[in-house]
Nanobody, 118 residues
Framework: QVQLVESGGGLVQPGGSLRLSCAAS???????????MTWYRQAPGKQREMVAT???????NYPDSVKGRFTISRDNTKRTVYLQMNNLKPEDTAVYYC?????????WGQGTQVTVSS
């Protein structure tokens, strides 16, 4: 059974940094390494939005709202994807979810709360 577990969320002041992790279990290396990993977030009353994605060959993509502040990376040997978030703003407050997609497979984690407030 495939599971994605996010960690690293918390309360941080504006301008601060956090590093989120998403560890996959129940998945062999070749399947994980050929999957596209994406971080999404959802703030109260808003739609879920993509904040970072990384393809199997390492190509990344970010929306303008986080470009230059967020960095996604992956360690396939650990079956883990990371989201380094710098210069955090109050509008980054949301529940952050990781997602794994490969062909017909589509898995989600349970989410981790990030709150940016002074």
């Amino acid at each position: 059974q495939v599971q994605l577990v996010e960690s690293g969320g918390g309360l941080v002041q504006p301008g601060g940094s956090l590093r989120l992790s998403c560890a996959a279990s129940g998945m062999i290396f070749i399947i994980y390494s050929t999957s596209t990993m994406t971080w999404y977030r959802q703030a109260p009353g808003k739609q879920r939005e993509m904040v970072a994605t990384i393809t199997p060959n390492g190509n990344t993509n970010y929306p303008d709202s986080v470009k230059g502040r967020f960095t996604i990376s992956r360690d396939n040997t650990k079956r883990t994807v990371y989201l380094q978030m710098n210069n955090l703003k109050p509008e980054d407050t949301a529940v952050y979810y990781c997602n794994l997609v490969r062909i017909a497979d589509d898995y989600w984690g349970q989410g981790t709360q990030v709150t940016v407030s002074s």
